[in-house]
């Protein structure tokens, strides 16, 4: 099973609305990153969260992390069109030299 | 401002091809990852590197295999291509463990 797992699979909002994307995972972490993905290009990192924090802020992304429930969620205020895009989180699992991905959630804005 | 480049954006190989994937990243990082990423299967780690000259299986390695002879290159190998390897490959690198992973555009492989 996936150790990261995203929520919901794809998700469709209008613009200006926010957009709110979780992710569950099973074994203790280092940190939790999120990435985004345009269609058919490769992954751009939006946010790091270590396993000792609890929110974090950057532009309209905020993250939040609750090592306790072992999930994160990516919120995202104020759509734009151009947050459409998928969105993944990995996890940086302890004692592993590599993130591990989950299947991501497809963000649609509609103008 | 960071780059990693993949050597081709789309490929079409035929089955039983010798396919060669390149990576290069100018970051000085000292590890490297090649994916794999299907519909409704996210992403797949096939290798990834520490250091030069050094490679570690990741989930998928079978049918695959890797080369990291200078720091900066990471080359991904299907020894015999197959159908079931067509998808898209992304490789990426990062400066250690746990760090954020700078992607490639990816190289969109299709096998005939």
């Known amino acids: 099973s996936q150790q990261g797992e995203e929520d919901p699979q794809a998700l469709s909002i209008q613009e200006g609305e926010n957009a709110t994307m979780n992710c569950s995972y099973k074994?203790?972490?280092?940190?939790l990153q999120w990435y985004r993905q345009n269609s058919g290009r490769g992954l751009v990192h939006l946010i790091l969260?270590?396993?000792?924090?609890r929110e974090k802020h950057s532009g309209r992304l905020r993250v939040t992390l609750d090592t306790s429930k072992k999930s994160s969620s990516l919120l995202i205020t104020a759509s734009r069109a151009a947050d459409t895009a998928s969105y993944f989180c990995?996890?940086?699992?302890?004692?592993?030299?590599?993130?591990?991905f989950g299947q991501g959630t497809r963000l649609t804005i509609n103008p | 401002d960071v780059k990693v480049t993949q050597s081709s954006r789309y490929l079409v190989k035929r089955t039983g091809e010798k396919v060669f994937l390149e990576c290069v990243q100018d970051?000085?990082?000292?590890?490297m990852f090649w994916y794999r990423q299907d519909p409704g299967l996210g992403l797949r780690l096939i290798y990834f590197?520490?250091?030069?000259?050094?490679?570690e299986k990741g989930d998928i390695p079978e049918g695959y295999s890797v080369s990291r002879e200078k720091k900066e290159r990471f080359s991904l190998i299907l020894e015999s291509a197959s159908t079931n390897q067509t998808s898209m490959y992304l490789c990426?690198?990062?400066?250690?463990?746990?760090?954020?992973?700078?992607f490639g555009p990816g190289t969109r492989l299709l096998v005939l």
């Open positions: 590197s520490y250091d030069v000259k050094m490679k």
């Open positions: 990426a690198s990062n400066p250690g463990s746990g760090e954020t992973q700078y």
């Open positions: 970051m000085d990082h000292e590890n």
């Open positions: 074994t203790s972490i280092n940190n």
């Open positions: 990995a996890t940086d699992v302890w004692g592993a030299q590599k993130l591990v």
């Open positions: 969260i270590r396993s000792n924090e």
